[in-house]
């Protein structure tokens, strides 16, 4: 009615009204001419196929997962060029077409690499110039944000920003960000918290995203399949010995083949491996990294124009170094794409770059509406990249590249925790390969500079040096990087300081890449070895699977197999070798075989064994005991040990050519009748020296039985270990009975056993006896109370034999401390080690210490870590430092509620006393002036401290700077945050 009226007073008002939303609605464009655009967009450049296994898997996605989860992000990840970005296209054209997500109202793409994704815009923005014509709906689209899709693909391309810690978050879709905040707010789900997202990142970038990403499901794209990699790799060799070559060193190494699962390597590996058969080269050692692949196909293209004149011309050596400082630059600000600016910026031309190589080094991206290139593949980026580095060293390309400036030296290219430098750091010392170095002298006309060799060999030096400091990883990616440049005169000379050496080992091609490397480090001693899962088949069989080199020829013995044997005998040969910890590893039947065969060797010179858990083929261990002579140390921690076996290592240490001394049995599960075997055996001639039964519950029975053995004069053990061990009163009164007539054990520990008073009473009782022939003791965690040190005090005065006590995590408080001080105080005390960790102890019974610090004449060790004595005590402390006679070498005061109030003192006592060489000041309080104080005392020329307990992380640079002009000043200073490491004079024996 009320319509009618008007209409009839302002007909023309209507018409208007109805004509302005007709043209309204024309240049708005519908939902379905949206969808037309995309697949005009994306139609040509996708290969769409709806029934693929992929988007079997995305079609489901963000389905509710195992009935609890629901995903709000997927994150499709994969090596570089192995097709994210044309499945990212494939799920918004598999949109518009109607066959996928059809639950969503809209999805959007943005690309990363397509977008200057630090130009200023808002989410309505970039979605209007998604749509088709001059206006877009975005409100409606807004309306319902829990049916929006968003696909992000390269979302790692902008990780040099994302990292930061403090970037805003937008949470208006009207709001004008930097693009990369609007892209970080979708992520962080603070913009369109219910919108769902799907992300494309390398692998590189996964442990970025998941410190922001929310609600994610991770799936794996894999690139082409390992048969058709295969099939592609070998299809035109047909020489059954280079095809055996090419599947060792190519197919079977999992670095490089993992690679090839983008079409663009493996179609680069193909071409290298056809450019050395048409040179006559056989596919030799170089085949087994990528840069022996790239290298010689980069530098034959670079030379195909002249092929009599091996000196480039200046203005190809200037085209070529323009290209790598662009390549170098885009990989430090994480940028694959690079358009007309950029090349002109470098003085490059797309069209001279192409003459130069006579291959396509760079791509026309025409998907973007701005011209870009990229690289054929982000590897060969990376390679060009390090070789910037290198013809850097030439020095002559200042004057064509002076107002460019590269931000990273090479010195920042060796940093581990930056994972996009990865590739460009294998390359680099890829390209340190004499044979490479000898083509770029050809090609520039001069050498180049050993400089960055050098840089790099020192790089990985300071790794074998810093053993605490360096994870297991980051020595087996030195490893690889080494391996990479398969110069041996280099790795060798590069890894003589590794002593000590912690391996993570994963991969079939980790085994080569560390028998190689391990074979030069000529000064090693220890090692220790992790292996996950890929030794823990018994079945050869299904170790590897096995690519058929031709039609009537199979390989007859898994690769695996064979590279295992090697580092055994890498392992077994190796001269200075005495320590061999396979750690967590899990190794199968085949693998204890094989390693025991190896380690069986005459030449074997390991002293020292341990696992942590072995499953099966102990039969092997045993024969190993009785052939090598050498060994003396046996752990087999946390491996079941059912009566059987008790009984066949016992009869291997009783055989006249078993040299074993010392065996651990933590955590093994022994049953008495194991432990009644392993007595029996201790009645018997053997060179047993040291047992541990740490962990098993030893009963009444079970301690009856052993101690009968240790009663006995011929009993040879002088350490035992029975740290938690379940002991009882009965068990206590027992041992301490056998250890009346027992003049050969020198070392016990009990441990994390409750003992009583009575139990104390009993072996002090024992301990005082002039024919008890203990000297390390130790009891900590034993619940030993304050009514129990009387007793100890006791036996301190009357016994000289024992040197060190360990009274550890007891509570023992300042009244049984005064008795303990009463008792070193006495002369007839020869006690020169006591630990006092954690025992209660405050400023109040300081004085004590400080005047018993003052007249002992033995007591060379005193730990009071994690005991409250606070800056008062340390001062009063400090005063019989001053005044102490010359014994006390070792002072621990770690977690001892320290301020700077303290530096004043400590720092004059320390400044005085020549004896103290090793100090423990960890987990305490000082501010930057404290630490001034300290650090002058340290730098003291009387001061003769060589160990000191400290983080220097934690303190500000000023003081860190100190301390490195103390080593400077001293290079025999030692500043570790982890005192307790450096062992020194067999205080751990108990652990070790």
């Known amino acids: 009615m009320l319509v009618g009226f008007f209409s009839s007073l302002f007909p023309e008002a209507l018409q208007t009204e109805e004509d302005d939303a007709t043209r309204k609605a024309s240049k708005q464009g519908d939902l379905q001419d949206y969808k037309d655009q995309m697949i005009a967009k994306f139609d040509r450049s996708v290969d769409l196929q709806y029934d693929s296994s ?8 963000f389905k509710l997962q195992r009935e609890t989860f629901r995903p709000h992000t997927i994150i499709l990840h994969g090596q570089p060029g192995v097709g994210k970005s044309a499945l990212a296209r494939s799920i918004v054209l598999g949109w518009a ?82 693009i990369y905040i609007l892209m970080y707010s979708l992520l962080r789900k603070a913009l369109l918290p219910q919108s769902f997202l799907i992300i494309t990142s390398r692998n590189t970038g996964l442990e970025k995203l998941k410190s922001m990403v929310v609600s994610p499901l991770y799936i794996l794209v894999g690139g082409l399949s390992a048969w058709r990699r295969s099939q592609l790799i070998l299809e035109n060799i047909s020489d059954d010995s280079q095809r055996m070559q090419v599947f060792h ?25 056809q450019l050395q058969k048409e040179l006559g080269n056989r596919c030799t050692l170089p085949c087994q990294t990528l840069t022996g692949l790239y290298a010689p196909l980069v530098f034959h293209k670079l030379t195909l124009r002249r092929p009599s004149q091996g000196v480039l011309s200046q203005e190809e050596q200037i085209t070529l170094v323009g290209l790598c400082r662009m390549a170098a630059e885009g990989v430090w600000t994480m940028r694959s794409v690079f358009y007309d600016d950029d090349l002109k910026t470098y003085s490059l031309k797309e069209s001279e770059i192409s003459a130069l190589f006579h291959m396509n080094i760079l791509l026309q991206d025409g998907r973007s509406s701005e011209k870009c290139y990229i690289f054929f593949h982000i590897s060969l980026q990376d390679f060009f990249a390090a070789l910037y580095y290198v013809l850097k060293g030439l020095g002559k390309w200042h004057q064509h590249f002076s107002f460019i400036k590269i931000q990273m030296s090479i010195t920042e290219v060796k940093r581990s925790d930056i994972t996009h430098l990865l590739g460009m750091r294998r390359f680099l010392f890829g390209l340190m390969n004499k044979d490479i170095l000898k083509t770029l002298k050809v090609l520039f006309g001069c050498p180049v500079t050993p400089t960055i060799k050098q840089k790099l060999g020192h790089w990985v030096s300071l790794i074998g040096q810093q053993v605490n400091g360096t994870s297991p990883m980051d020595t087996l990616d030195a490893f690889y990087s080494l391996f990479e440049s398969q110069d041996e005169e280099f790795v060798h000379t590069v890894l003589n300081g590794f002593q000590e050496v912690w391996l993570l080992v994963n991969q079939k091609m980790d085994l080569m890449v560390s028998s190689y490397c391990l074979q030069h480090c000529q000064n090693l001693k220890a090692i220790r070895v992790d292996i996950r899962d890929l030794l823990s088949m018994d079945d050869t069989h299904e170790l590897c699977p096995i690519v058929s080199l031709s039609e009537h020829r199979t390989q007859s013995k898994p690769l695996l197999m064979e590279w295992w044997g090697n580092f055994c005998s890498v392992l077994s040969t190796h001269p200075k070798l005495k320590e061999l910890d396979f750690g967590d590893s899990v190794l199968g039947r085949w693998a204890m075989n094989v390693l025991c065969l190896k380690l069986r060797n005459p030449s074997c010179s390991i002293e020292k064994l341990t696992f942590k858990r072995v499953l099966s083929g102990l039969k092997y261990l045993w024969k190993l005991l009785v052939s090598n002579k050498n060994l003396k140390y046996l752990n087999l921690g946390n491996t079941p040990m059912r009566d059987d076996t008790m009984k066949s290592v016992c009869n291997a240490l009783k055989h006249p050519r078993c040299s074993l001394e010392t065996l651990r049995l933590d955590s093994c599960e022994l049953t008495l009748t194991g432990l009644e075997i ?35 004069s011929i ?22 009975s056998a250890l009346f007539s027992n003049q050969n054990l020198t070392h016990l520990c009990l441990s994390n056993n409750s003992l009583g008073t009575d139990e104390v009473q009993q072996l002090c009782r024992c301990m005082r006896h002039p024919e008890c022939a203990l000297q390390r003791v130790i009891l900590n965690h034993c619940n030993i109370a304050s009514d129990a040190c009387s007793f100890l005090a006791l036996m301190l005065t009357k016994n000289r034999k024992l040197t060190h006590l360990s009274l550890t995590m007891n509570p023992i408080g300042n009244s049984a401390m005064k008795l303990l001080c009463e008792a070193l105080k006495e002369p007839t005390c020869s006690l020169q080690e006591l630990e006092l960790v954690d025992c209660q102890l405050t400023e109040n019974c300081c004085e004590d210490l400080a005047y018993m610090i003052t007249t002992t004449k033995h007591l060379k060790s005193l730990d009071l870590g994690n005991n409250a004595l606070g800056d008062q005590g340390v001062i009063t402390l400090c005063e019989g430092l001053k005044q102490s006679s010359r014994s006390l070498r070792r002072l621990g005061l770690g977690g001892c509620d320290l301020t700077s109030k303290c530096c004043e003192a400590l720092s004059s006592a320390l400044s005085c006393i020549t004896h103290l060489n090793s100090l423990n000041l960890v987990k305490n309080d000082f501010s930057t002036s404290g630490m001034l104080k300290l650090c002058s005392a340290f730098r003291h020329p009387d001061s003769n401290l060589w160990i000191i307990g400290l983080w220097k992380q934690q303190y500000y640079v000023q003081v860190r700077r100190q301390l490195e002009e103390l080593q400077f000043m001293k290079p025999h200073v030692v500043i570790d945050g982890d005192w307790y490491a450096i062992d020194e004079d067999d205080r751990n024996w108990w652990k070790n």
């Open 97 to 178: 077409h109607g066959k996928l997500y059809q639950d969503m109202s809209c999805v959007f793409f943005f690309s990363i690499r397509e977008r200057k994704w630090t130009e200023k815009s808002s989410l309505e923005q970039l979605i209007a110039k998604e749509w088709p014509g001059s206006w877009a709906p975005v409100t409606k689209i807004m309306s319902h944000p829990e049916r929006l899709l968003f696909v992000i693909d390269g979302l790692d391309e902008m990780h040099a920003v994302l990292q930061h810690d403090n970037m805003t978050l937008c949470r208006d879709w009207k709001d004008e960000q930097p």
């Open 54 to 61: 992929e988007m079997e898997v995305l079609s489901d996605a």
């Open 715 to 736: 009993c040879p053990l002088q350490k035992l270990i029975l740290d938690s061990c379940d002991l009882t009163p009965l068990s206590c009164h027992i041992l301490a």
């Open 678 to 712: 392993i007595s029996t055996l201790l009645l018997s001639t053997t060179r047993l020296k040291c047992l541990s039964l740490a962990k098993n519950k030893v009963g009444v029975q079970s301690m009856t039985s052993l101690g009968i053995a240790l009663s006995s």
């Open 249 to 273: 060193s190519v197919i079977e190494n999992h670095h490089l083949f993992d690679q090839c699962q983008a079409p663009s390597v493996c179609s680069l590996v193909c071409e290298a491996l």
